[in-house]
């Protein structure tokens, strides 16, 4: 999961990629936001957005990444008292559906499919999902990353 925000466009976006235990794409979804938000909030967005989409789809467990380490740290420690608490309540909320869902932080290097859905989402746009499949544009992305 990942958030864009350009304060010079005005824009941000998040993206999300859900993979299952084999690495092959089960969902996909980009969607840009209303306005200009700061960057933790973007990143707070975007896994809130990954795990709705998770819970939407019934997955029973759940690892969610990003690779803000300050978001994944909130949400860890359960930081409701942030400005962002109340949607760092509603992950946690969220997270009680699965049977197992932990947040983990992902370096940037790894996380380049999530952030090209923002991207994607910053460019042209658009909110799209996409299940069972990966969105063309994303193929080598995911391909380079079963290499790694």
Partial sequence: MDGASSELEG?????????????DTVAALCKP????????????????????LAQEMH?????????????INAI??????TPYGHIIQ???QAQASFAFC???????AFNHAAHELAQFAHRTGS????????????ES?????LLI
């Fill in 11 to 23: 824009t941000s976006s998040i993206g999300v990629i859900i993979r299952d235990c084999k690495s």
């Fill in 33 to 52: 936001l209303q306005s200009h938000y700061p960057v933790e909030l973007v990143e707070i967005i975007a896994l809130e957005q990954g795990i709705l």
């Fill in 59 to 71: 997955l029973p467990c759940v690892l969610c990444e990003s690779d803000a380490s300050n978001v």
């Fill in 76 to 81: 860890n420690d359960s930081a409701i008292g």
């Fill in 90 to 92: 509603d992950i946690i």
């Fill in 102 to 108: 932990t947040f983990r932080f992902l370096s940037r």
């Fill in 127 to 138: 909110h799209q999902v996409w299940y069972g499949v990966t969105p063309s544009f994303l």
């Fill in 141 to 145: 992305i995911v391909q380079a990353d």
